[in-house]
C-alpha cells in the first residue's frame, strides 16, 4: 500500500518530537557521533533511523524525494546494518570488527556513513568495547544509530557517548485513523489492527499489510484460548502439534517467548473482561472464543508463571518444557 506522503513515511505518527530533532539535526548540520534510539519494539525505530540515514548520505535530494521507494541506501554502500545472527543469543565481537571496517571506508557518495545496530541490547561485552574504540575516536561524517528496546542493558560507556532519542507507543485512536487515512483500510480492519497493536505503529502496518503475520498471530492466541476448553493430555497434544519437530536451539528459544508474549497479551485481555473493560481487550477479532467465565485471581498466577518461565528460558532450560510448564498448570 502506498502512503500519502513522506511525512508519514517517517512514521513521524508518535514520534513527533523525535522525528523533528532529527530533520533538525539535518538541517543545520549539527549531527553527533552516535544516537541510542530508545524505546518499545515496532513503534518505528528502524524506519525512522532509515530516513534519517538517507537523509545524512543523500544530502542533495530534498525531503520530498526521500520516500522508501527511491532510498537506494541499500545499495549505495554508505549504510552498514547490523543484526544478530539468528542462531546467535548475541552480536559478536567479529560482527562488529567488520561492521567498524566498513564504516572506516570512503564514502560512496562523499556524504555520510551511517551505521544502524539493530537489537544493540544483543551487543555482547566484547562487541560493545569494540564498538566503544569507533565512538571514542569519532570519524568526521560518520554516524552510529543503535536501535534498543533495552537501553538499561546497554554499557554506560556506549550510553554516555551517545545522544538518546526516545521512542513512545500512541494511542489506538491515532493509529486506526492513521491507517484508514494514509493507507486505505477497511475500518473493521483498522480497529482490530490498532488494538492489536498496542501503541505501535509499526506493528499496525505489519499487521495490516502482512496477512500471513496477521494470522499467525490470530493462530498463536486461538492456540491458548482454546487450552480453556480442553484436559491436560488435549492441550499438550495441540501444542506438541503446533511446535512441530524442529522445535530446539536458539530458535525454539526465541520460538517460545514469541508465544509466550502472545499469550500475556490474550491473558491481559481476559483480565479485562473480568474487570468489566471489554472495549479495551486487543484481541477483539477472537472475543467470540473467550471463556465465558474468568478467575482473576487463576489469570493473574498465569501471568507470574509466564514471567518465571521466560527466566527460564533465559537460562537455557528446553523451550518445549518450559511452555509444558504453563499449559498444564491453567
Do not use: C, H
Not at 537489537?119 to 543503535?146: C, D, F, M, Q, R
Not at 489492527?193 to 494470522?215: C, H, N, W
Not at 480442553?230 to 536451539?249: A, T, V, W
Amino acid at each position: 500500500m502506498n502512503m500519502k506522503n513522506t511525512q508519514v513515511a517517517w512514521l513521524q505518527i508518535g514520534n513527533e518530537i523525535a522525528v523533528n530533532f532529527l530533520k533538525n539535526s539535518i538541517d543545520t548540520e549539527n549531527i553527533a557521533p552516535a544516537y541510542i534510539f530508545s524505546g518499545p519494539k515496532d513503534v518505528g525505530k528502524f524506519k525512522v533511523a532509515k530516513f534519517f540515514a538517507s537523509g545524512l548520505i543523500f544530502k542533495d535530494k530534498s525531503q520530498k524525494e526521500l520516500s522508501e521507494d527511491n532510498l537506494e541506501i541499500g545499495s549505495s554502500g554508505d549504510l552498514q546494518v547490523l543484526s544478530g545472527l539468528e542462531d546467535k543469543q548475541n552480536i559478536s565481537i567479529s560482527q562488529v570488527r567488520e561492521f567498524n571496517k566498513n564504516l572506516n571506508l570512503s564514502s560512496f557518495l562523499n556524504n555520510y556513513k551511517v551505521g544502524i545496530i539493530r537489537e544493540a541490547e544483543k551487543l555482547s561485552l566484547g562487541a560493545s568495547n569494540a564498538l566503544l574504540k569507533t565512538l571514542e575516536e569519532p570519524k568526521k561524517k560518520v554516524t552510529v544509530i543503535l536501535l534498543t528496546n533495552k537501553i538499561s542493558q546497554i554499557i554506560p560507556t556506549i550510553r554516555s557517548r551517545s545522544q538518546v532519542v526516545n521512542f513512545y507507543p500512541t494511542s489506538s485512536e491515532v493509529i486506526y485513523d492513521y491507517l484508514v487515512e494514509f493507507y486505505g483500510a477497511d475500518r473493521v480492519k483498522a480497529k482490530q489492527v490498532a488494538r492489536l497493536a498496542l501503541g505501535k505503529p509499526a506493528l499496525a502496518v505489519k499487521l495490516l499489510e502482512d496477512e500471513d503475520f496477521y494470522s499467525n498471530l490470530l493462530e498463536k492466541a486461538s492456540l491458548f484460548l482454546d487450552f480453556f476448553s480442553q484436559d491436560i493430555s488435549q492441550r499438550l497434544e495441540n501444542l506438541d502439534k503446533y511446535l512441530g519437530n524442529k522445535f530446539y536451539g536458539q530458535e525454539a528459544k526465541d520460538k517460545a517467548l514469541d508465544l509466550l508474549s502472545t499469550w500475556d497479551l490474550v491473558l491481559r485481555d481476559l483480565l479485562l473482561v473480568d474487570q468489566g473493560q471489554a472495549d479495551l481487550i486487543a484481541f477483539e477479532a477472537l472475543k467470540d472464543k473467550f471463556p465465558s467465565q474468568n478467575d482473576s485471581q487463576k489469570i493473574v498466577s498465569a501471568l507470574d508463571l509466564s514471567d518465571k518461565i521466560k527466566k527460564y528460558l533465559q537460562a537455557n532450560v528446553n523451550a518445549k518444557t518450559a511452555l509444558e510448564e504453563l499449559v498444564i498448570n491453567l
